[in-house]
């Protein structure tokens, strides 16, 4: 079993930074992906930033150049710095783990940019 603690989030002004960390445990195999992940209320879930365990990032068109995705250099944390935040990058935030075929979420976490 895998578990995902999601942290940081929260709110700030349009242009702003936030940053998100997720902490993985549990059985993990040095293969995985891990990402973020947002989704509006009644809106499919959409890919923010992916991260694999080598360290090859991959980021939606939307974020690229704001966004930067890294992992710790130890453990299975990773971090997902936020800047030049807009008022549209609202949402729920959802930390991912792909694995072996399997796929964790976390709880997710509301990130909210006031204009």
């Known amino acids: 079993q895998v578990q995902l603690v999601e942290s940081g989030g929260g709110l700030a002004q349009a242009g702003g930074s936030l940053r998100l960390s997720c902490a993985a445990s549990?059985?993990?195999?040095?293969?995985?992906?891990m990402g973020w992940y947002r989704q509006d209320p009644g809106n499919q879930r959409e890919l923010v930033a992916t991260i694999t365990f080598r360290g090859d990032p991959n980021y939606a068109d939307s974020v690229k150049g704001r966004f930067t995705i890294s992992r710790a250099r130890t453990g299975n944390t990773v971090y997902l710095q936020m800047n030049s935040l807009k008022v549209e990058d609202t949402d729920i935030y959802y930390c991912?783990?792909?694995?072996?075929?399997?796929?964790?979420w976390g709880q997710g976490t509301q990130i909210t940019v006031s204009s």
């Open positions: 549990g059985r993990l195999w040095p293969s995985w992906v």
């Open positions: 991912k783990l792909k694995q072996r075929r399997l796929h964790y």
